[in-house]
């Protein structure tokens, strides 16, 4: 494992860090648009974000695997804005993780089988009632609220970093915008 040797993170966490992002706006962004589509639309988009949930779930895991294994994990410091930052990943993380669970348990509570690109999975459950199906629609909705609000956050302290304190934080997670450092180190024919 690499640990604070390089100002930037490797190739695969940068890769499953935006692939993650593009996957929650594109979810929550079909969640929010459905309701204004006839039906057959609706249900076709609601599948495709079942679909591309499950595609989220993997990616999540693929991410948590390689966070804990081979990622390169950079130091941070412990002043309240690193410590801030810290819980902000861990908080997206456990959101991310809960509105995954709750999005499959939703489809399951409401009687219909988990979709996956055409093949379908059967609730392993007996029926749910209507209160039961509400509750998971409702956490399902603030878990996913809650991750645009903090990625949101999230976004603009990276911004803020680059654009007022220019400290190069937002560049270590950049695949094309390398820091000076990250720069004379591949320079010197050193690899990620």
């Known amino acids: 494992m690499n640990t604070g040797q390089s100002s930037s993170y490797d190739r695969p966490t940068i890769a499953l860090h935006w692939l993650t992002a593009a996957l929650v706006l594109f979810q929550f962004t079909l969640a929010m648009i459905w309701d204004f589509f006839p039906k057959p639309e609706q249900h076709t988009m609601i599948v495709t974000h079942t679909s591309f949930g499950i595609v989220l779930a993997v990616v999540l895991l693929a991410r948590l695997l390689w966070r804990t294994t081979a990622g390169r994990r950079l130091e941070h410091g412990s002043s309240l804005p690193d410590l801030a930052a810290r819980a902000a990943h861990l908080i997206l993380y456990l959101l991310l993780v809960a509105v995954v669970v709750l999005g499959v348990m939703l489809r399951w509570s409401g009687h219909n089988p988990l979709s996956f690109f055409g093949l379908t999975i059967a609730s392993p459950f007996g029926p749910f009632s209507h209160a039961t199906h ?3 629609g409702n956490l399902h909705d603030f878990a996913a609220w809650s991750i645009i ?3 949101v956050v999230h976004a603009c302290a990276a911004l803020f970093h680059h654009y007022v304190l220019r ?3 937002l560049q270590r997670m950049l695949p094309g915008l390398a820091s000076p450092e990250r720069r ?8 990620e």
Request: proline share 0%.
């Open 167 to 169: 400290d190069g934080i």
């Open 184 to 191: 004379r180190t591949l320079g010197t024919g050193q690899r």
């Open 149 to 151: 609000v903090i990625a």
């Open 134 to 136: 509400e509750i998971l």
